[in-house]
T-cell receptor, first 114, second 114 residues
């Protein structure tokens, strides 16, 4: 299964942009890149996902490298509520046409300073 | 509203007992997953199911069992064979037909051995 690599932690100041990197050098052509975030003692929540093109939504932007071997989640103006663990995962279709086991890494712990 | 529901939120288990965590979804999702999360750690996959009456072991299936008799339900049993079951358990679901579909998580269940 294709895996992702993220920094263990990052720190940023409130109201500044945050760029969270993710490396996925073994990504295949059919893998989607998904980002989720998890607040303490809660289940992860969806942030954004993409395949090849950059994506924007109300929460964040996703910048995908041209070779798709890396991506960056961009929070344009961080708030204290954005402090969470951010997970970058790849979703693939297995040979049988169904979803795979959905493996998560440890994610990036984002710390926001007031 | 559609969603995924886990119960109970908190559960205490005596040594040697089996306990079952419930996970129900009304999203018409084919695929369902169980994860274990220890404090400060990432999500580790226990079991997953892509279709009714079928499931696969994840990375840490020993000491756990599951069933998938209905599309909406994917209960997890923590057996007495699981020597260190105290953890936060998360259930998730998604469509198995498209890797671009969002993954939905429950709010989690805290299991403590007393």
């Amino acid at each position: 299964d294709a895996k992702t690599t993220q920094p263990n932690s990052m720190e940023s100041n409130e109201e500044e942009p945050v760029h969270l990197p993710c490396n996925h050098s073994t990504i295949s052509g059919t893998d989607y890149i998904h980002w989720y975030r998890q607040l303490p003692s809660q289940g992860p929540e969806y942030v954004i996902h993409g395949l090849t093109s950059n994506v924007n939504n109300r929460m964040a932007s996703l910048a995908i490298a041209e070779d798709r071997k890396s991506s960056t989640l961009i929070l344009h103006r961080a708030t204290l509520r954005d402090a969470a663990v951010y997970y970058c995962i790849l979703r693939a279709l297995d040979s049988g046409g169904g979803a795979d086991g959905l493996t998560f890494g440890k994610g990036t712990h984002l710390i926001i300073q007031p | 509203d559609g969603g995924i529901t886990q119960s109970p939120k908190y559960l205490f288990r005596k040594e040697g007992q089996n306990v079952t965590l419930s996970c129900e979804q009304n999203l018409n999702h084919d695929a369902m997953y169980w994860y274990r999360q220890d404090p400060g750690q990432g999500l580790r996959l226990i079991y997953y199911s892509q279709i009714v009456n079928d499931f696969q072991k994840g990375d840490i299936a020993e000491g756990y069992s599951v069933s998938r008799e209905k599309k909406e339900s994917f209960p997890l049993t923590v057996t007495s064979a699981q020597k260190n079951p105290t953890a936060f358990y998360l259930c998730a679901s998604t469509s198995a037909r498209s890797s671009g579909n969002t993954i939905y998580f429950g709010e989690g269940s805290w299991l403590t051995v007393v």
